[in-house]
Structure formats: C-alpha cells, structure tokens
C-alpha cells in the first residue's frame, strides 16, 4: 500500500536520476520512505536512491517492492506541466501505480518485481579522494571533455592541490583544473581514474542541477557521485567504473 | 481580382489552420470574403475556414476560385518576420497571386483549381454532446495523450459531469478529466469516440491558440472542433472521422 | 613564438568566419598581427581575415605560420561559456597551440603549413557595384531566399535605385528590393551575378552580426563581402564565384 503526495518536480527529480542509468527498478516503499538501488545493463555503473517521508507532503505506506518501468514513469511525468502536488497512490495488493495531478489521472501497470534482477550490493570501496563542488561546474566540464573525446580522466593533484578534469583527442586536449577557490573541499590525495563520457553526461543531467556534489576518487578506481534531493529530504548516489587507460 | 491588405499573423494562422490538413486548396474569393473547404488525402479530416471582410484592413474581390499551393504559401509565409501588414493581389486573369511585405514580393504561380479536388460536401452530423474549453488545454491533453498511445478517446460522462480525454497504452494509462471549474460549457450527454492523435496533434497547432474551442461529439460519432480566427472575423472548423475502437 | 591575450567572443567571431568555409588554414602570425587567406576545397570561395594588434589586450608574436585546425579550434571555442578574455600561447619551436580561459587549458597540435594549401594569391576583381548595408538585413534577405531556391540573384537596378536579392522556386519567386531608406550606401550601376544560397548561408552566420556589410557586385562576376571584426581593429573579406544562370 502507498499513499503520498509529493510535489511533482521533486518527483521528476528522483525519476530523473534513476532513468539515467536504468530503464526498470525495485522501488522499495516502506514507512521509513522510498529507497531503490539499480545497476545498468552493461554492469558498469550504479544508481542508489533514497527519498525520506519527510520529502513528501503526505506520506503511508506498507512495506513492498514495486517494480517500476522507469521509462514509462519518466514519459508520463514529462507531459505534467506546473509545479504543483501529485498523489501517488497503490491500493493494497493492486498491481497498479496511480498517478494524480490537477486534472490528470495516470495508471501504470507495474511489473512483477521478481523478474527485475536482484538490487545489487553496494561494493565496498576505499576513495580517499574528496572533492566537493557545484554541479553546474562538474556538468560543463563533462561536457566541454565530450567535444574531444569519450573518454575523460578524473583526479586530484595533491602539489598542486587543484581537481583536474583532463580529455584527450587526437590532437587537442582540454583540462579543467579547479582549486581551493573553486572548489568547496578538496583532500589532497594523490587520485587519477578515466571514465567514459555518455556514462557520465547521463549522470550530470540530474548532477547539474545540484548546488553540491561530493565526488570520491581514487588510482585506477571507481568514481562516486553523491548529492542531495528534495532540499535534503532524498540523496542519490552514483557509482561508476573505471575504464582501462590505452597508452 | 484581389487587392487585399491583412495583419501578416492573421494571415499566417488561416494558412496554418490549412495547412494542418492540405497541401493544396481551393480558395475562394468573392466580395464576400474568403472560404476554403478541404479534406485530406486519407478522407479523414476536414477543414473549412472563412475569412469575412472584417478580416482584413482593406478587401476587394471579384469571385473567382484560386488554387493554392497550401504548403508552398505557408514556407512564403515562414520567412516573413515582424507583425506588419501583407498586401495580397491577383490581377484579373493573372494566374499569379502577389505577396508584398515590407521590402520583400513574394510571387506564387496559383493551381489550375480544376485540378484540385472538388470541394467537399459537409456532412450533415447530429453531435449531441457539446463542450467549449481554451485551446491550450485541449492542446495539453492531445499531447500528454500521445505519450502514452496513438489513439485517444473523447467523452462525456453524463453522470460525473465531466468531459474526459483517455488514451491508453501497453502498460499505462491518461485520463484528463474536466468539470465544470475548467470548462466553458458543457452537455450533459452521454458521448464518447476514438481518435487519430497524429490529425489531433496537427489541428492542436491552430486550436492550441484559441481561447475558446467549441467540440461536437457523439458516440462513435465524428468530432468538430471549430474556434474564431483574426478576432473573430473569421472562423476555422475541423472534421475528423472516429476510428474503430478495438478491444 | 605567439603569446597574446584576446575577449573569447572576439576570437570566436574570427575563427567563426574561417570556418564558415574551410576546415583547416595556415595562420600568420607577425608583429603585425594575424591574418589568414584561404579558398574553400571546390574553389568557389575565399575567406580573407586581418586582426590587427589592437584587436588584442596583449600581443607579442615572431612571424610564422601556424597551420591549423579550423574545425577543431571551434569546436574548443564552442565549449567556451562566458565572456572572459582568452589566452593564446605558442612556445618557440612548439607545435602547440595552447588556450586557457578560466580555469580551462586546452591544447591543439597544429598542422604542419606545408601540408596546407598554398595560399591564394587575390584576384584583382573590378566589382563596379557598390551596396553598403546592415548584416542582419542580408542574412533575413538569404535565409528567406532558401525556402524558394538553391541559388539567389543580386543586383542592382540603376533606374530604380534598388538593391535587389531575388530567387525563383519552380512556381514561386521572392525578390527583396532595397532602397536608400534600407541601405547605407548605394552606386547606381547596372548589376546582377547568380550565387549558391548554401555559401551565402555559411558567409551570412558572420555577416549577420554585422552592422555594416560593403558588397562589392558587377554582372556575372563574383560578389565582394567585407566588414569589420573586433570593433574595427580586425577585417573579414568574403569572395563568392558567380553561378551560370541557367534559362
């Protein structure tokens, strides 16, 4: 059973940042809030995501997992226009997820939770490097990388104490890197790790929008991005693989 | 003969009301105004439109029907910047009909109009159920609808009290239901009939504009939708034909 | 050796109006400044650019070609945001052409000159026609003519002291005529060449932002563009080869 209201771009929010990475999750609903944690087809990057009851308005539920397309869901709430509430509703043992808002009644069907795979484990990994900063800088930096290549290297320099951002072409290379001045924290760890830029521009979609992104970072070691939702109410964390730096 | 000046946007939304539909039409002018009646090539939709001298900032016609390339005038028509005046001109037996707009003449070679299909009869339909609502809600919901599928169904339920839009899909399902708080006027008559959404989407682009749409329905009955153009001094109507409903 | 400091957006507006025609050029650079000649690879047109010193905040450069990368320095330049000032660095002996703006370093192996074309030597070109004119107005008067045609007429008709721009679609015809009220300068001399709208449009992105454009025009000869840059302290000249018009 669910029942919540919800203001609906806090909602398009979190759908968002889980359509980045995967086209159908576990959405796991209980009094505690909504949590779901997914990895994509090629097993290379993670979405975790959680959303407290004090992100919403209103806030019952029964413990289950719902099997969410996550692509109808985020089609569904591209055609909502304002900024107004959105009941969610799920009757006790319906299939069907409710969506209300204004006028506007949605229905989805959801999918049985025992043919989505497994939620994952979240690994556990060492990143001794933090670095924190604004999402609109991360964002525009993926995507200035994006124009010489397809791939970018992430690290620290901890001597010359700056974050770098670093894409090689074929013959035009661009580096961001970005100090104390720039940055709202910086440890200054030795880190380098290349990753590969549509995995990432997928993420700074919802990334960008976030006024603080703390980033872990380590040698040749996955990335992790976290940052609040719903103006602290809900977080969500991304985790993304290395790719093996060709020489 | 026509000598005509008109506000160039006026002009552009009768065109584009047209064009949704045709590629060619007959045009008719006479001191009485202009009128043009058309369907599409699939015999699906109709459209008639007529423009009254109050139309116009100056008007002069001698009766004469011209054929017009619907999709060539309405490219012409896409270059013209600004909301100047457009003087439009045929000469007595010139086969040609003459734009001028600031410092730009356009020129456009008319149709033979006996090549152009004969203009339609329109039909003689008993709609029962009536509704009148802003053209931007209409629009909204057609376009929220074609999200989810590629037919949308059209009602009234008697009971409620409500005009309802409902389209559905695989999986999912939206259904935008207005009462009286978001309506002009309603019957409470029981109607209901399925639809293209590719014509609605094309009608939507000249109904989405208009403050107030009046629509006929009926059950597995055609729909019309007709709405005032140029301030009220002309008027465009559209017929479309129901689809099967398959269950 | 080239170090200089220039604003971005001047930068971009003269590599802008390089490679509207060609993708890779050979720089000169000299206490004098930058300028570059270069034709497009089906020899149609010729793009020449001058920036003067003064175009710049700094300057300091020996002479020397530097072979570069048209395409790929805009597309560096494209992922530049905001308005700050640019520097440009190449070390004695280097073959990198190092930008940073901000806290963003790029860098772009050059070419080797000698693998570019020559330069072309300009040809000496009587153009008696003389129309001087706002960009933007051209730019409107090119775009509209490529809804009609492929190829666009300009002219001047000494007797009715316009400046015409004409282009004729199979069954439709556009013609702007401007006269003194539009233009800032006109020769009353006979012209008319026929030119390729898909050059015009590419000149026509730089022209456009242009406040004053010199056309130099004669009959059937190639067409002269030629306006300032970087607030006069630099000069762009576009040279476009004449179209047989064909009856």
Redesign the interface.
Known sequence: MLRATIDADVFKEAVDAIAALVSECRLHVSPEGMRTRAVDTANVAMVSLELTPAAFETFEAAERPLGI?VT?LK??L??I?GDDRLLLTVPADSQVLNLAFQ???????MLDPNTIRKDPNAPALELPGQVVLDGTTLA?AI??AG??SDKIALGIDPEARVFYMEAE?D?????????SA?LLSLTETKARSLFSIDYLKDMSKTMGRSERVEIGIGVDHPVRFSFEIANGAGRVVYLLAPRIEAD
Chains 1, 2, 3 share one sequence.
């Open positions: 397309d109808k089609n569904i591209g055609t226009k006028s506007y009644r949605y229905s989805l069907t525009n995507k200035a124009v010489v072409g013959t035009e290379n661009i580096r961001l890197e970005l100090g720039d």
